[in-house]
């Protein structure tokens, strides 16, 4: 299974890209792990926060895999525990199916991206940096993966 986030931004911290590394080294062979980073739109100069997103989302849609299933992360989608993100990677792992997660630029995404995803999902209800949101979620799709190969690193 290839499990692809892309992600609006560059020049993350150095604990950021570490702790990101690290996670991903942990997931096996059976887990195909990628992070692309998507140059974000200057604002300023003319472009408002319409204009990036738009230009953000392009650079997004030319970059998901051919028929990957698309996630998008955002505020207002679903706040799956981790036993349920685990299902979620096994229905997705036994149908076979590639999947890409996207974290949208510092205003958002477009609805028109959003309209695109099959699932939307939160990690929480707080605003987070997007570096620290990277790490959160190559962790929980770690553990999603350890708890279903019955690894001890997920504890209920």
């Known amino acids: 299974m290839n499990i692809t986030v892309l992600a609006v931004g560059s020049k993350m911290p150095r604990w950021v ?3 990101v590394a690290e996670y991903a080294k942990r997931f096996g062979r059976d887990i195909h792990y990628t992070l692309k980073e998507i ?25 998901i895999p051919a028929g990957a299933y698309l996630v998008v992360l955002d505020e207002r989608g679903r706040a799956p525990t ?10 997705w792992q036994q149908q076979g199916i590639n999947v890409c997660f996207v974290i949208g630029g510092a205003d958002g995404m477009t609805d028109a991206l959003k309209q695109k995803a099959r699932l939307m999902l ?19 799709l770690y553990r999603a993966v350890s708890i279903l ?4 690193y997920h504890r209920e």
Request: net charge negative; charged share 25%; glycine share 8%.
């Open 122 to 140: 939160r990690l929480s209800s707080l605003t987070l940096p997007h570096g620290m949101v990277r790490v959160l979620l190559t962790e929980q």
């Open 82 to 91: 981790s036993m349920e993100l685990a299902g979620y990677l096994q229905d």
């Open 39 to 63: 140059k974000p739109e200057k604002r300023g100069a003319g472009v408002n926060a319409a204009q990036g997103m738009a230009a953000e989302e392009k650079r997004i849609v030319d970059a």
């Open 17 to 19: 890209d570490e702790a």
């Open 149 to 152: 190969h019955n690894h001890p």
